[in-house]
């Protein structure tokens, strides 16, 4: 068996980075409101926002702070009802918690997406949906942006591991009233840790960016309509979520790289797909008509097999080196929705629990080759083999 490619470690920071830290450090210029233009964060911004076609951006300390302060830029009161769909990071309810709003998840299906019925019933009792484009998956968000605009319920996008998929030709984060991005280490683009917010509408934007911590009159050194500001100057909150300049100087030489890693993590996923595809005991949803994606990881899903089975996959898989988690039965696992015990008891979501007993998630990174991506489908294929005792179908 040809050897196995090193399925965790991030990319290196392009070289680019290091003329940018150097100065920073020798400077000690690390906050972004102390330089009176173009810190390394503001910069971020604006080359973020045009990079995705966007009026506004604003870079914050993660995802999680994005999601927090579009719900309180939104204006959402306390104990307002924000659905979700019931597969995503716990981070997602707890920046709803977090905000003193109170989350409503709906079912999720086989292919990993919203299931339209349920998201459609429960739709006239909620204030706000955010959208967790979980791993990457779309749902049809032509038919959640038509729901949700003829009740006037806004819509969030949490894009954190979406960055550079397409829904209808449209960059996903850009197609509802706020997007939010994520900069941890697994994403697409690696600060450590931050995240970034984008929209189109001034007036939620200054408060975004008031709520995130510029305090006084910091705010004038965002390039946004300086009217929509003075009017929340002193009414809102600081939370200080604010991005550090360190930070924005390891990302931005990243951008760059963005459109690669964007085709050669859907190269890698696809090829890896078509391979999994050939045995009978390997569901691999496809993308929806609209949706183009840009995926940095593999789902699948076992099919006709006891959880026996499954738990004996993953063992298996793991001896001959590639780590594979079930969602819903690895223990403790954060993607599982009765672990999120802080929101009280587990509601009933048969449909999701069923989609999580099965669902498999696998590394992937843009960076390894088509030869790696072939050694880590046979490891995959040869671990279900072994378990199910069944020859797949060989290679066409
Ligand atoms: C990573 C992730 C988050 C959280 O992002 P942070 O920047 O770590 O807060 C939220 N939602 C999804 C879908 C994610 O993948």
Known sequence: MPDLPNMHDAEPIPDAARGEIERLLHSGDLFRYT????SPV?????????WMGKRFALAVSSCSAALFLSLKALGLPRDARVMIPAFTFA???????????????????????????????RLDDVDAVMISHMRGHTSDMDAILRLAAARDIPVIEDAAHSLGTRWNGQLVGTLG????????????????EGGILLTDDADLIARAVILSGAYE???????VLHEAFAKWQNKLPLYNLRMSNLSAAVIRPQLDELDRRVANGRRNHDHVADLLRRSPWIDVPSALPKEERAPDSLQFSLTGMDDA??????????????????FGRSTDNARAFWNWEFLGPAPDLPKTRQMLS???????????TLEDCDAVADVILSAIDHVMQQPVQATA
């Open 35 to 38: 330089a009176s233009e173009g």
């Open 42 to 50: 503001a910069l971020l911004e604006e080359e973020f926002a045009a």
């Open 91 to 121: 981070a997602v309810p707890s920046s709803i918690v977090h905000a003193d709003c109170v989350p409503v998840l709906c079912e999720v299906d086989d292919s990993y997406r919203i299931d339209m019925a349920d998201f459609e019933a």
């Open 177 to 192: 009233a706020v997007g939010c991005f994520s900069f941890q280490s697994y994403k697409m683009l690696n600060g450590g």
């Open 217 to 223: 009159h910091n705010w004038k050194k965002h390039p």
């Open 309 to 326: 089975s499954v738990d004996a996959f993953v063992e298996v898989a793991r001896t001959m080196g590639v780590t594979i988690q079930v």
């Open 358 to 368: 099965r669902a498999c998630d696998c590394r992937l990174p843009a960076r390894l």
